[in-house]
């Protein structure tokens, strides 16, 4: 079953960071124990490793898929004059894999909000072939465009999306 794009819509995914698409493949994300659904909390240490992706279908077939991770609320959601920062690029994910078996361009960098509640958006393209080399990459992390890394690479729409929210995690209390 192919999520539906409702919660994104909510979320101001579509509009902040994609465009409208028709979701056409499966993805799962888990934070260490925790299963990532649309719009759930996630503490910054609970993903300060890599998520664990799993592109869902048949490892039989060809399909190759890129994942985007960003922030479309640095710093600060009422003030995202860095929108958006790029935490995470993998290209060459096959399907029926998950992200380990793709090829990292950008590497990780998990949530590290300073004030409010920041949205940490992951974004699945289908790929035409293999990458082999020819990505445009990012200058930097702040101010990437999700969607004009999506065109100068040929991607087009998201096949799939999923966000959730993060927040600064209390300083543990000093005796």
Known sequence: MVRS??????????????DMFTPATEFT???????VTNGCNVKPS??????????LGSRASSNLYT?????????????????????WIVVDIPEGSDATKGRELVEY????????IHRYVL?????EGAVMG?????????N???????????????????YFNSQKEPAARKR
């Open 5 to 18: 794009v409702e919660p994104l819509v909510v979320g101001q995914v579509i509009g902040d960071v994609l």
């Open 29 to 35: 994300v888990r934070c260490g124990a925790k299963q």
């Open 46 to 55: 609970a993903a300060a490793e890599k998520p664990h992706v799993q592109v």
């Open 67 to 87: 994942l985007v991770m960003v922030d479309p609320d640095a710093p600060s959601p009422s003030e995202p004059k860095l929108r958006e920062w790029l935490h």
């Open 109 to 116: 960098m998990g949530p590290q909000p300073h004030a409010g």
């Open 123 to 127: 974004a699945l393209f289908k790929q």
């Open 134 to 142: 020819q990505t445009r990459l990012p200058d930097g992390r702040g």
């Open 144 to 162: 990437f465009s999700t969607r004009q890394f999506a065109a100068q690479n040929g991607l087009g729409l998201p096949v799939a999306a999923l």
